[in-house]
């Protein structure tokens, strides 16, 4: 057995022990809260929070909340062994990998109403998706009392609902927001991107293709958003995405629509290609 490969626990007092136990010995604790099916956007969590904490819990957990009836959940790769081994490279590491039975026990029923910021946008394609994802990451803070939790950019909504919900619910948590990791031709990475065959695999650059030309376009000083977003749409409906959730530029505080580019933005993209959701942002500050 690999020495560096990291301990993995099941049990939700175990890990509260392990944390509180490090905490006491006056060492920091990172918490890096993951679905699994790791990538080097996950690892790149990870890095940051070895880099400043002591110790890192990462949670491997398929919340089922945040999943729609029609959405994926079934088919969400689980892989949890190579996940121990990509972890490897990092220590101190603790996985922790609960019991959907322990997260969610028999005749659990409340949860985090999200805050206003996840209202729109992925709010309005996904309509229960924050309050999961809201509920699972209290939850998760609660049975890993860290000092500092890190997420990516790349869920940019998801981000923002999570430090409106630690300010509004008093949550003793440091958020950092960490850079979006993309693979070379930039296409953002995620675990939903093992689904995309070859040829859609080619079709999905065009989506980070798309924040790049909106970018210029800004940059050449374009202000007026609905004529960047005429052409994003150009752009994307030109390779064949399947089919466009939205594609939009807004503040990037509180996500309203943006009229006209007076400030920093951020653009935001959820696409289909084939049957596989896609997403991606940029903020732009000119
Ligand atoms: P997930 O496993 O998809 O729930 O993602 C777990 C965490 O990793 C979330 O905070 C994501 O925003 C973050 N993440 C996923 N993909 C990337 C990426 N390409 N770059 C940076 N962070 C990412």
Redo the contacts with the bound molecule.
């Keep these: 057995m690999n020495p560096q490969r990291p301990q993995l626990v099941h049990d939700l007092n175990q890990i509260r022990d392990i944390v509180r136990k490090a905490q006491s010995a006056g060492k920091k604790v990172g918490l890096?809260?993951?679905?699994?099916?790791?990538?080097?956007?996950?690892l790149?969590?990870v890095e940051q929070s070895a880099s400043q904490c002591d110790l890192t819990v990462v949670t491997?957990f398929v919340?089922p909340t945040q999943f729609a009836q029609d959405e994926d959940l079934a088919k969400y790769p689980r892989t949890l062994e190579s996940d121990l081994e990509l972890l490897s490279q990092f220590s101190p590491v603790i996985v922790l990998a609960p019991e959907a039975a322990d997260v969610y026990p028999a005749g659990s029923s409340t949860a985090v109403q999200p805050p206003d910021v996840g209202r729109l946008w992925e709010g309005e394609k996904r309509p229960d998706h924050f309050a999961g994802v809201a509920t699972i990451v209290l939850k998760l803070f609660n049975m890993v009392p860290a000092e500092i939790a890190?997420?990516?950019?790349?869920?940019y909504q998801?981000?923002c609902v999570i430090q409106q919900m630690v300010k509004d619910l008093n949550v003793p948590m440091e958020i950092q927001?960490?850079?979006?990791?993309?693979e070379p031709d930039g296409l953002?990475?995620?675990?939903?991107n093992r689904y995309l065959s070859q040829s859609e695999r080619k079709t999905a650059t065009v989506i980070s293709q798309t924040l790049e030309i909106a970018e210029q376009m800004m940059r050449e000083g374009e202000t007026e958003t609905q004529v960047i977003l005429d052409q994003c749409m150009q752009e994307l409906t030109a390779a064949h995405v399947d089919s466009i959730d939205y594609v939009t530029i807004a503040d990037p505080i509180t996500l309203e629509l943006v009229q006209t580019i007076a400030g920093p933005v951020v653009i935001l993209i959820a696409v289909y290609v084939g049957k596989t959701r896609l997403i991606d942002n940029r903020v732009i500050q000119l």
């Design positions: 890096v809260p993951t679905m699994g099916a790791l990538h080097q956007g996950h790149s969590l491997i919340n890190f997420f990516g950019q790349k869920d998801q981000a927001v960490c850079p979006i990791v993309r953002a990475m995620s675990s939903r």
